[in-house]
Every structure is written in C-alpha cells, then in structure tokens.
C-alpha cells in the first residue's frame, strides 16, 4: 500500500500537502514508525484517515490548505480558530 503522500498525488486526489506534528505524536506516544493496519477499497480519504488515525489515538483536520495531523486535543484547538470557509473535520476520541 502507497504511503498518503503518493495516494493523494494521483486523481482524483490533486496532491494536498500532509503536515504530520511531532508533538502530537509525542502526546500519545506514537512515532512515525507506529504500525496501522487497514484494508480499504473505494473509500474516501477522509473516512480513511479517520479510520487510521483513530486507531493511534490521533485526528486531522483542512488548515490553510494543508492536512494537518496531530493529537485530537490539538485538533481541536486548530478547528476552534478556523474560519467559516474552512470544513470542518472528523475529530475521533482517543481510544480508551
């Protein structure tokens, strides 16, 4: 399986820049080495990252044109200051 980088450069993805944050990894203890498994066909990105991500204890969310992935705290925080133009993000909580 392609890394996201190279699933989101193809059609009908147009290629949007993921930022993976450091110390949201650090707060729930992950690194970018941490294993997901996840089998998907014909899913969209979006429910495939939440679905992945969710599995590490992590979310993302649209800021400024980039996807941004972080702690769900951050997240959350990112979202609060986001503008009207922005949409809103699937956060899942971190896993109990």
Do not use: C, W
């Not at 949201?24 to 495939?48: D, F, R, Y």
């Amino acid at each position: 399986m392609p890394p996201i980088t190279q699933a989101t450069t193809k059609p009908p993805n147009f290629g949007i820049p993921i930022v993976v944050d450091a110390l949201g990894l650090q707060e729930v203890e992950k690194t970018l080495h941490s294993t997901v498994l996840i089998h998907l066909e014909a899913m969209p990105l979006k429910t495939t990252l939440r679905l992945l991500l969710g599995q590490l204890g992590l979310a993302y969310t649209i800021k400024d044109g980039l996807a941004v992935i972080s702690s769900s705290r951050v997240i959350r925080k990112l979202e609060r200051g986001r503008t009207g133009d922005e949409p809103r993000r699937n956060t899942p909580s971190p896993p109990r």
